[in-house]
């Protein structure tokens, strides 16, 4: 391939694109993207030091990113980490590993074949008609979170009191982790994925060194891991009908999972099957208590929830990137890009594309269509889709059959973090019906 200068981002830019804290910081950052989406669409993103991270292409279009999500055979989830990881980082967890970037090993570190034999162990789970089957237990789960809000007595954090409990609850009942695990699963994950923000990492401290943040994350992993080798033994021992005995007992071309690969799975299903419907249920209330005739629009007319439901994980973008490494030499938005070149498919830029979404920054329930990356696309496109559309949907018809007003109580928070992102904290105040 003919070489040629690459685009290259400004220290300030590049510092911006992989800070925790610029995501915290929304508007500001899709500002950038902007900017970027019109001048540098694919640009090279490099250390100011050198050695800090790994260079990368950044890639803010919406047509880029799809393309790329959907073409699985050029653009890798291995052997480069998927998701954005500083130098020191990505050593640690090759030691913790024994070679692999991957901290983790999961569905979402697998390319073909073995990616879709992995998936089809628990797909059939969590499509729609086998969710059917858990719709009354999801809906018990959700007046439940309810009943916690109201109690307060109409001034709430509502991601502290239903955002965050309540799907976890659903996805460790599918998983069958017991009630009172849960918040250690809750712990833990907020450890793996909201390392870099100190009110989720637990440490209490700001601006963790990144050596602090990588142990950090190494813990949750083994405490995780501690904890499914436990689980996987009672079922095997004592197979039930839940996702756990699923996984313990599985077998891919006539062998068992092994242990890394095994753990993987728990993780994946028990931190990211959770936190991601967690900020999208906070976004979507966030939109809401912002807007008093929109929600009594949706009261009067549940016709405009599965809009509503849709738009807020689109206008929230939880899962903020993943990284893919080119197989060979290819082009991405018209720009050369070499065999081994690592890329960051940015989730935030494609989603507020407004080649694809007009006023991306407006929440607009009506909005149609709405194509988002969201879930992503293709092959990796998430597993629990249908689980999160079906688990806000519900969440919202209690809330709305039960909540007559709802307004901010005060300015909500972000979290810290480059990958898994959203409110970390939503005051409201509300008026039962």
């Known amino acids: 391939m003919a070489t040629q200068e690459k685009p290259r981002l400004d220290p300030a830019t590049a510092r911006q694109v992989i800070d925790p804290s610029s995501y915290a910081e929304w508007d500001g950052l899709l500002d950038t993207f902007d900017r970027l989406r019109a001048e540098t669409p694919v640009a090279w993103v490099e250390p100011e030091d050198g050695g800090a991270h790994p260079p990368f292409w950044l890639v803010t279009r919406y047509d880029d990113v799809m393309r790329m999500s959907k073409d699985n055979a050029i653009f890798l989830n291995n052997p480069h980490t998927v998701v954005f990881s500083l130098t020191e980082g990505i050593e640690f967890a090759k030691a913790f590993s ?32 086998n969710l ?77 060194p990144p050596e602090a943040i990588t142990q950090l994350v190494a813990g949750a992993v083994k405490d995780f891991e501690a904890y499914f080798a436990t689980l996987t033994a009672e079922r095997r021992a004592n197979p039930t009908a839940d996702v756990a005995s699923t996984i313990a007992n599985a077998v891919i071309d006539g062998e068992p999972l092994n242990d890394r690969d095994m753990m993987g799975y728990y993780i994946i299903l028990a931190a990211a099957g959770h936190d991601t419907t967690s900020a999208s249920t906070a ?16 009261r009067a007319d549940r016709s405009l929830l599965p809009g509503i439901v849709e738009e807020a994980i689109r206008w929230t973008t939880p899962v903020q990137h993943f990284m893919r490494t080119a197989a060979e030499d290819t082009e991405v938005g018209g720009q050369p890009i070499a065999k081994g070149d690592w890329l960051m498919m940015n ?13 991306p920054r407006r929440f607009d329930a009506a909005r149609s269509p709405n194509r988002h990356l969201a879930f992503g696309a293709g092959a990796h496109q998430c597993l629990g889709l249908h689980l999160a559309r079906l688990e806000m949907r519900i969440l919202f018809e209690t809330l709305l059959d039960r909540i007559e007003t709802v307004e901010l109580a005060g300015e909500p928070a972000r979290s810290r973090s480059t990958f898994v ?7 409201l105040r509300f008026t039962p019906a």
Do not use: C
């Not at 999961?106 to 789970?125: C, G, N």
């Open 132 to 208: 059917r089957t858990v719709e009354d237990e999801i809906r018990a789960i959700a007046h439940a979170a309810v009943d916690r809000l109201l109690a307060d007595g109409g001034e709430a954090d509502f991601v502290k009191t239903v955002a965050a409990p309540y799907p976890l609850h659903v996805v460790m009942q599918i998983l069958g982790v017991p009630e009172e695990d849960e918040p250690r699963m809750l712990m833990l994950t907020q450890q793996m994925f909201g390392g870099s923000d100190e009110d989720l990492n637990q440490s209490g401290m700001k601006d963790l």
């Open 283 to 298: 976004g979507a209330m966030l939109a809401l208590a912002r807007d008093p005739e929109q929600w009594a629009r949706v």
């Open 347 to 359: 989730y935030v830029a494609a989603n507020h594309d407004p080649a694809h979404f007009e006023n």
């Open 98 to 129: 024994g070679g692999s970037e991957h901290m983790v090993a999961s569905l979402v570190t697998f390319d073909a074949p073995i990616h879709m034999k992995y998936r089809k162990l628990t797909q059939e789970w969590f499509m729609p008609k």
């Open 421 to 427: 992102g959203g409110l970390k904290t939503l005051p």
